[in-house]
């Protein structure tokens, strides 16, 4: 079984955990969607498409865990590291480069190492594209227009 499907089959069963049906169905919307939108971002630069497609996976599960948003970025890089030790699908190096940019998903304002700007534009993408009758968040807006520059959309 490759890596990403092993921690696919993990974080499954812990989405299944979740009460909700509609909050469990977007929880796997959005971290699929994330994934796979982090995998195309990685690929267009030049970057590790596993382990950003990985950080997808990841990024917002403390939230979902812990029914709240509050530092969810700084404590799901907390709770990414523990799932990926436990799990040990990765060495010291790519787990420090997801939990990174776990750790600044949040932080859309700013610019961070390149992995950390994937798994930033990867959420920015779902968030904007999984339904366009949304309005686009201001502080998605400038991110938002410069991907559809970049991808040429
Ligand atoms: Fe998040
Ligand atoms: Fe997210």
């Known amino acids: 079984m490759s890596r990403l499907k092993e921690l696919r089959k993990h974080i499954n069963c812990e989405l299944d955990k ?18 796979l939108a982090a995998t195309m971002i990685a690929r267009k630069r030049g970057l590790d498409v596993e382990l950003a497609s990985m950080a997808g996976m990841l990024h917002d599960m403390y939230a979902y865990q812990s029914g709240s948003y509050e530092n969810h970025a700084h404590k799901g890089a907390d709770l990414a590291r523990t799932i990926l030790t436990d ?49 686009v968040k201001d502080k998605e807006k400038a991110r938002f227009e410069s991907l559809c520059a970049e991808f040429g959309m």
């Open 18 to 35: 979740m009460q909700n049906a509609d909050k469990r169905a977007g929880a796997y919307a959005h971290l699929y969607g994330v994934s």
């Open 87 to 135: 799990l040990e699908l990765t060495n010291a190096e790519e787990t420090e480069l997801i939990c990174s940019a776990i750790y600044h998903h949040d932080d859309k304002l700013t610019v961070d190492a390149p992995m950390d700007e994937v798994l930033k534009d990867a959420d920015v993408i779902h968030h904007c594209m999984n339904d366009m009758s949304k309005e």
